[in-house]
């Protein structure tokens, strides 16, 4: 793991702190991130587990910001990358401390990865993009979805097609969609190749079935939470052998004896 990138937890909080678990999904754009996020979250929620699930620009702070930035074509790579840091920073203390202190697994859809991947390629010195993040703690799993650039074009244009942003037209200036979406996605393929390497990604085939990238997702998230699991199983089986309280079982006798005596007020004046 990059130093750079942060501890494993946040500084002064230690597990003890933050029970959860942060799971990140990781790809380029059409390669099936929400699909999966969405397939781990009913899984992960019929095992009995809590889940808090999120992703790039959702924050109260400055989310919006950056889609009503994104409906024009003027926004600069630099403030690009201190709107997408500022909506991450916000969302991590509002949204992913809190949800990892409450035993909440955490789903997030892309992660501070992508956010450097894309200032990177757009030119932004790598050094400055590294210190910009540098206090996100590290995830406990980062799920890669690997595609080749081939096999991604035929799923964005039976998404909808090419958008601006996301095929690099802001910086690129091609004279096509296609030409531009070609070259921005390869570099950014290549980014995450080479985090992937840095920062320990598990790689998932994402060529595959989207059952097949599933049962893959499945499989590797189950090491990771395995022992919340196995916490809330045993906690479903002690919860209805523990005696209640005599003060609680005195409430409910009471209770009983009104419901009692009101249904027999009935049957008399019936």
């Not at 109260?60 to 074509?73: D, M, P, R």
């Not at 996100?136 to 942003?165: C, K, M, N």
């Amino acid at each position: 793991m990059d130093p750079r990138m942060g501890p494993v937890r946040i500084p002064g909080l230690s597990d003890d702190d933050l029970p959860g678990k942060l799971i990140v999904l990781e790809g380029t754009d059409g390669v099936g991130r929400s699909t999966q996020q969405r397939l781990i979250r009913n899984w992960l929620e019929s095992s009995g587990l809590a889940v808090y699930d999120t992703g790039l620009s959702r924050g109260w702070l400055a989310g919006n910001h950056i889609q009503k930035a994104k409906s024009g074509h003027t926004m600069g790579r630099r403030t690009q990358a201190l709107y997408y840091a500022t909506d991450f920073a916000d969302r991590l203390e509002m949204e992913l401390i809190p949800a990892m202190r409450a035993g909440y697994v955490v789903l997030t859809d892309r992660y501070v990865y992508s956010l450097m991947a894309r200032a990177i390629v757009r030119g932004m010195e790598p050094d400055w993009v590294a210190r910009l993040y540098q206090f996100a703690p590290r995830p406990d799993i980062v799920l890669y979805l690997r595609i080749s650039i081939d096999r991604l074009v035929p799923r964005v244009l039976a998404s909808g097609g090419f958008d601006y942003w996301e095929s690099g037209m802001d910086y690129l200036h091609e004279d096509t969609f296609y030409d531009a979406f070609m070259r921005h996605q390869s570099a950014l393929i290549a980014q995450l190749e080479q985090m992937a390497k840095e920062h320990e990604f598990t790689i998932i085939d994402a060529e595959q079935s989207i059952r097949d990238v599933f049962d893959d997702c499945e499989e590797e998230v189950h090491e990771t939470v395995a022992e919340m699991v196995e916490v809330q199983q045993m906690s479903d089986f002690v919860a209805p052998i523990i005696p209640e309280p005599p003060a609680a079982q005195e409430e409910r006798k009471s209770v009983a004896d009104s419901l009692r005596d009101l249904l027999s007020s009935f049957l008399d004046d019936a």
